[in-house]
């Protein structure tokens, strides 16, 4: 039995310090463009610059696969950030992708709400809460008001009001573990 035990804990710790490194071995590099790119990007995650998220889109203008403009919740001013940082110069926002929009967030009417879960699986940041045949509520502090949810709403509960914060979410906080 005490065989047993000590067999498994140097497996788990084995596995503890593989894990580990190969955490920092394949560590995001924070500093990258694409990260840079990605911080100045408003994180709606509404995918209207045709990629799947504000990521993906910045990964792409690296690429060269995307411009600068295609991003209409960013704005002018969005451009304007990425032109900088790129030493480019601006361009007019694609408005074939979008119009610029003041902050808004979805809310759901609770009333004809009937649980069906489809805003749930359309919510790219998982701000919606419920269950099936539940009635269904947003999280306002999440929601970024992308209106992913909308289409496929087939009793046509949910709403846009004006968010009651900014347009930008903050920039994600990267923590770095220094080793010993």
Same mark, same amino acid.
């Given at each position: 039995?005490?065989?047993? /035990?000590?067999?498994? !804990?140097?497996? #788990?710790?084995?596995?503890?310090?593989?894990?580990?490194? *190969?955490?920092?071995?394949?560590? !995001?590099? =924070?500093?990258? *463009? #694409?990260? !840079?790119?990605?911080?100045?990007?408003?994180?709606?995650?509404?995918?209207?610059?045709?990629?799947?998220? $504000?990521?993906?889109?910045?990964? !792409? /203008?690296?690429?060269?696969?995307?411009?600068?403009?295609?991003?209409? @919740?960013? =704005?002018? &001013?969005?451009?304007?950030?990425?032109?900088?940082?790129?030493?480019?110069? &601006?361009?007019?926002? %694609?408005?074939?992708? =979008?119009? #610029?929009?003041?902050?808004?967030?979805?809310?759901? %009417?609770?009333?004809? $709400?009937?649980? $069906? +879960?489809?805003?749930?699986?359309?919510?790219?940041?998982? &701000?919606?809460?419920?269950?099936?045949?539940?009635?269904? +509520?947003?999280?306002?502090?999440?929601?970024?008001?992308?209106?992913?949810?909308?289409?496929?709403?087939?009793?046509?509960?949910?709403?846009?009001? @004006?968010?009651?914060? @900014?347009?930008? &979410?903050?920039? @994600?906080?990267?923590?770095?573990?220094?080793?010993?």
């Amino acid at each position: 039995m005490l065989t047993a /035990i000590l067999v498994i !804990a140097l497996l #788990v710790s084995g596995i503890g310090l593989m894990l580990a490194w *190969l955490g920092q071995r394949w560590q !995001a590099d =924070g500093d990258s *463009l #694409v990260e !840079a790119i990605n911080a100045r990007l408003p994180q709606t995650q509404c995918a209207q610059c045709g990629y799947p998220g $504000c990521r993906p889109y910045a990964q !792409a /203008i690296v690429d060269g696969r995307a411009d600068i403009n295609q991003c209409p @919740p960013g =704005g002018e &001013a969005g451009v304007q950030a990425l032109a900088e940082l790129l030493g480019v110069n &601006a361009k007019p926002l %694609d408005t074939a992708r =979008g119009e #610029v929009k003041a902050p808004q967030v979805a809310i759901i %009417d609770e009333d004809r $709400c009937i649980g $069906c +879960t489809l805003c749930i699986q359309a919510c790219p940041v998982d &701000a919606i809460f419920g269950a099936a045949r539940q009635m269904h +509520t947003i999280i306002e502090s999440e929601c970024t008001g992308c209106e992913l949810c909308l289409p496929p709403c087939p009793v046509d509960c949910i709403d846009l009001v @004006p968010a009651k914060r @900014p347009a930008m &979410a903050p920039a @994600p906080i990267s923590i770095r573990v220094k080793a010993a």
